[in-house]
C-alpha cells in the first residue's frame, strides 16, 4: 500500500504569497537568459528568498506539512538502501552511466566510480579529477566519454578557467580508457562547437558516435559563433579513440537570418527559451529514432544513417515549456517524454503559484509511420507534491522502467526527490512511488536534490547534487517484473530494447 496521503506527504499552500507571484511573472516574462541550462552554469548556488517565503518555510516543517532539513520520507513501497556522500572536495553531482557491476557518476570536478555489486554498501573504486561543466558522462566498452561545457585554458585535465574571449579556450568532449575500473586513463580530446553541455551514444561494433549537445552560441567566442542551429558528430574508432573527430554538423532548425530557425523565443514567444542548439538527445538505435529536447522546440528524427542525422517532426509549446531539457521513449516507440526545465533547474518551480503544467513533463504519443510520424501531445505530469519556496524543484533526468506493456519511468526532481510514475495512458499518467529529502534550508534557496535518478538492475540509482549517491529499492507488483531484465550497460540516453 502507497500512503501517498499520509501526514508528511507535501500538499500544502505554499508559494501563494506575493513572493512567488513575482517569481512566476518573472519565470513568464524572461527571455532565454532565465531559461538557465542547469544549476551548476551559474556559480550562485544560493539565492535569498522573502522573509515570508522563508518563514512559510520553517512554519511547515514546524508543523509537520513537510519534512525538515535533510529529512528523508518516502511511500512505503520504496526502501533507502544506502548514500555515499559527495566528496568536499569536488562539485556538483551530475549525470550517471552504468556498466556491469559499476556506476559511473559524474560531476563538476571529474568522475567518480562507484562498485554497486552490493547495492546495500556502493564502494568508491576511482575518483578522477578533470574539472568541466558539467562533466556528463557515458561508457561504450573500454570507453569513457565526458562532456566539457566550459571555457578552459586547454583540453587537460588540468586546466583552468578562463574567459571565453581568450583564443586558446577549449571545449569539448573527453575519452578514457576506463578497462582498468580503478585507473582510468585520458586518452583523447575533441574539440566541438559551442563545446558539449550534454552528450548521447550510437555505438556500433567497430565505432561509436556521439551526437554533441550544446547551445548558446557567442559571437565573442572563436569556437561558437551564431547561428548555432545544430549538432556536432563526432565518431570514436573503438580501437583507435585517439584518432576521434567531428565527421558532421547537421542543421537541425534551418532557417534565414542570423539565428537560423527554431523556436525564436522572447519577444515572440514570452517565457519561451529561442532555440540556439539542443540540451540533450534521446537516442533509440533498436528503432533508428532519435528524440532531441531543444530549448524552444521538441524533434523527432530518423538515425538510420548515424553521420546524416534526419529531422521528420518538430512541435512547440509555447504556453507551458519554456526550455525543453530532455526525452525519454517508451519500449514501443510509441510515446516520448519530454521535460520542461523551467528555471534552469535553479527555481522553486513545484508550489502553487507555478501550478501542475509548467516545469512538468509532457508526454506525446508518437503517430504514424516512418519519416511520416507525428508528435501528438497527451498530457502533463508534475509530482503531486508542492515544495518550498526554498527549494530547486523541476522535472528532470529519468529512465524507463522495464515492463512489459507498462510505461513506467522513475525521475529525479531536484529538491521535489524521486518521483515513478506510470503513463501507460497517456492521457493519465499518475504517481505510484516518491521519495525525497527536506529543504536543504528553511532560510534560503540552495541548489540541491536528485540530478539523475535511473533504474537499472533490480535497483533505482540518485545521484544528489549535494548530498552524494543513493540507491532506492522499490517493491511493487507493478515494477516487480522489471527485476528479471539486466543489462550489461546502461547509458539512459542511449535507450536499449530491454525485451529484444
Known sequence: ????????????????????????????????????????????????????????????????????????????????????????FTGLNSDLAFQGKYAFAGNYDGFRIFDISNPKAPTTVAQVLCPGSQNDVSVSGNLLFLSTDSSRSDNSCKS???????????????????????????????????????????????????????????????????????????????????EAAVVNFPVLFPGEGPDGGGNPGAP????????????????????????????????????KDPEHPKVIDQVEDNVNFAFWHSATFNQKANKVVFTDELGGGGAATCNAAIGPNRGADGIYDIVGKGDNRKLVFKSYYKIPRHQADTENCVAHNGSLIPVKDK??????????????WDFTDSANPKEIAYFERGPLSTATLQIGGSWSAYYYNGYIYSNDIAKGFDVLKLSDRRTDPAKRVHLRELNVQTQPDYFD
Not at 556559480?43 to 518563514?55: F, G, I, W
Not at 567497430?206 to 554533441?212: E, F
Not at 533498436?286 to 529536447?293: E, I, N, P, R, Y
Open 407 to 420: 510505461d513506467l519511468m522513475v525521475q529525479a526532481w531536484y529538491q521535489g526527490g524521486v518521483s515513478v
Open 1 to 88: 500500500m502507497i500512503l501517498l496521503n499520509n501526514p508528511r506527504t507535501r500538499r500544502r499552500r505554499l508559494g501563494v504569497a506575493a513572493a512567488a507571484a513575482g517569481l512566476l511573472a518573472a519565470l513568464l516574462t524572461a527571455g532565454p537568459a532565465a531559461a538557465t541550462p542547469d544549476p551548476g552554469d551559474s556559480p550562485a548556488t544560493r539565492e535569498q528568498v522573502s522573509k515570508s517565503d522563508a518563514a512559510e518555510a520553517k512554519a511547515a516543517v514546524a508543523s509537520g506539512e513537510i519534512p525538515g532539513t535533510d529529512e528523508i520520507v518516502h511511500s512505503d513501497n520504496i526502501e533507502h538502501l544506502a548514500n555515499v556522500p559527495k566528496e568536499a
Open 268 to 303: 515572440t514567444n514570452p517565457g519561451v527559451s529561442k532555440t540556439t542548439g539542443c540540451h540533450d538527445i534521446t537516442v533509440l538505435p533498436s528503432k533508428d529514432l532519435a528524440a532531441g529536447a531543444c530549448m524552444g522546440d521538441g524533434i523527432l528524427f530518423s538515425i
Open 160 to 242: 583552468t578557467s578562463q574567459p571565453a574571449t581568450e583564443k586558446s579556450s577549449w571545449e569539448g568532449m573527453k575519452i578514457f580508457d576506463i578497462s582498468d575500473k580503478a585507473n582510468p586513463k585520458y586518452v583523447a580530446a575533441v574539440e566541438t562547437a559551442c563545446g558539449s553541455h550534454t552528450h548521447s551514444l550510437v555505438p556500433e561494433r567497430n565505432n561509436v558516435y556521439i551526437y554533441v549537445s550544446s547551445y548558446s552560441p557567442s559571437a565573442t567566442f572563436p569556437d561558437c559563433q551564431p547561428p548555432h542551429d545544430g549538432i556536432s558528430v563526432i565518431k570514436v574508432p573503438r580501437n583507435a579513440p585517439e
